[in-house]
């Protein structure tokens, strides 16, 4: 199924959430979750030319029409855009002593806590 949003509406695949808990408690999906992420998949010609295809952005609980897998939603509904996530950070040595992730290149001092 093809679906073309129109107007100021964004089509959004949701992002699964965790189901279980670290410990291992199974959670009810989207249970405490005001804020939700979604991947836009659509948008209508009449929306900010900042929404693009691929973009994940936040937008409220209980906003938008499920179709399918999928969410359509108005424009106002959409929270922000969400530009990268917090990096979990891989640090390695580098010859002058200081560790650096090798994933964003965020530089830290071991000896400064």
Do not use: W
């Not at 693009?52 to 952005?57: E, Y």
């Amino acid at each position: 199924m093809k679906i073309q949003p129109l107007g100021n509406t964004v089509l959004l695949r949701p992002e699964k959430l965790e189901e279980k808990t670290s410990s291992g408690f199974i959670m009810p999906e989207n249970q405490d979750k005001p804020i939700l992420i979604g991947t836009v998949e659509g948008v209508g010609k009449e929306c900010d030319e900042l929404l693009k295809k691929g973009l994940k952005v936040a937008y409220a609980k209980f906003s938008g029409s499920e179709i399918g897998e999928y969410i359509l939603i108005g424009e106002p509904d959409i929270l922000g855009i969400i530009e990268e996530e917090i990096c979990q950070h891989e640090f390695s040595q580098l010859v002058t002593g200081i560790l650096k992730c090798k994933k964003c290149g965020f530089e830290k001092d071991p000896m400064i806590r």
